[in-house]
């Protein structure tokens, strides 16, 4: 198609990876791979298992050289992706059911397999959670590869493409993108996806812009379609014109020069312009992220977010995996501070291994975070352990999430004095003196933060969850998202409480929520008071840019004023003006 002959046409998607790309498309939509439907020749049943546990060793062998391979390209935390891939080809009862079914029908093994694994691949993708579902695009990848060796036809995913193309698929797996060349791809867009599906993650790791959940684009385009991704708007524009390639050239173009604008400060100071210093901090999910929040200028860790370390893991991490990975973030991060957050498993984040939490009704609601490690002393204990011994080598501060009231905070630090009594009979050392914070993000925490605000060193408000237990919005559905609102008065005399009390003890108060990370609002929060933010890395440029470039007054007096409307959307206008007036200009 040429974009004088073809007319424009936009469709909207998901935005999931920002950026603009502009270019051909590949279609990637791998042929089905037709399975043998033989049966089994009369004792050659012994012959199928042994085909089956060979074809197993083999893909294993490639998938652990694609990790290898994508660990060395991508990093370590892509390539964990592959620990699920192989924990499905390792997992026995799949296999032994394959054979069974193998010898009571007397289909052949390629069949039963394919059977097993579609059964188990069906069972997760019918579970109602984001995360678990996900794991069925786990089992269809690997069992694809393994199909693909059984048959005896080569699995080359994406290796393939040739020149630099927009990807266009119906969705992407690891294995699919394992041995792309970063530098072929302009942009990724999928029919399904999810924030979390790998397309995405691979995609803001390589930085190409992506949009997904666009449902049937793939049936519109074909090879060779001019195409534009915009992922900052999850828009994507067939046959674009020349007008809308000029827009969208003109808009990059401003986007660079603010970038380079922005990045240019980095490493000054986080001081507006009136001399008001706001401790701007980075959240991490891992240690291995250490290097990249430095590159964004992080002042420290506000968030450590230790249930990564369990998320995907066959096992619990033992007290001394834990160690290593506490202790070299606060080594390489020292003298700057490092609140590692105790484990918040339950909600949406359920672990692989033990303790499984995804069998409630609500499990926002339900046995997460502080309350199970409450019930579970022994795995509360190990962590605290390794969080106190990294303690010795940095600015180690320490965090229980999910505290709904004074009790808990108690038994909480009941446990804390265990570990250290424990600690202290093994003459392990720690920092006597470590700080012990509270997350404020359950309303009750809020109202009794005055209370709480005796009991511990810091407050850390974890705006994500307060929102959605504050005005009763799941912060996961997308059919309700639209009236999660930040700015709704009701959040805005909250978090006033929670700072009055904190100040009125002398504590110091984080943002640790993703509002923390919005330049428009952060200015009504710091008028508020809050002491500190914490945010994804990628975002503290944007935040120091803006202030450094306002007076800490002038934020108060923003703060006065929306403190005397009622409506949420007017908040966010006045804010939004706010940001005009003293920021954006400088950027435009
Ligand atoms: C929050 O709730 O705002 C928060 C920072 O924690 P998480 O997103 O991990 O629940
Ligand atoms: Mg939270």
Redesign the pocket.
Known sequence: MGSEVYPEQVFKGIAASPGVAHGKVYLFVPKELEIPDTPVEKGGEDDEVELLEQKLMETRQQVLKLQKEVAERLGDDEARIFDAHLLVLEDRALIEETIREMRESGRNITFCFHAVAQRYIDAFAHIDDEYLRERANDIRDVSKRMLHNLVGEAHYGLARLGAERVIVARDISPSDTANIEKGKVLGIITDAGSKTSHAVIMARSIQVPAVVGMRNITKLLTNGDEILVDGYDGQVIINPSEKTLFRYGKFQEEKKSLEKKILAQIRRSTTTRDGKTISLMA?IEGANEVERIRQYGAEGVG?F?TEYLFLNAPEFPSEEEQFQAYDAVARAMAPDPVIIRTL?LG?DKFPNSVYRTDTETNPFLGLRAIRLCLENTDLFKTQLRAILRASVHGNVKLMY?MISGAGELERANEILREARGELDRKKAAYNPDIKVGAMI?IPSAAVTSDILARKCDFFSI?????IQYLLAIDRVNERIAHLYEPTHPAVMRMIQTVVDAAHRENIPVGL??EIAGDPVLVPIFLGIGVDELSIVASGLPAIKYMLRNVDFADMKKLTDEVFKLDDPKKIFATAEAFYKKHVSHLIA
Do not use: I, K
């Open positions: 959240n968030l977010r918040d909600g999430p993000e974890g705006t994500n969850d307060l640790c929520g």
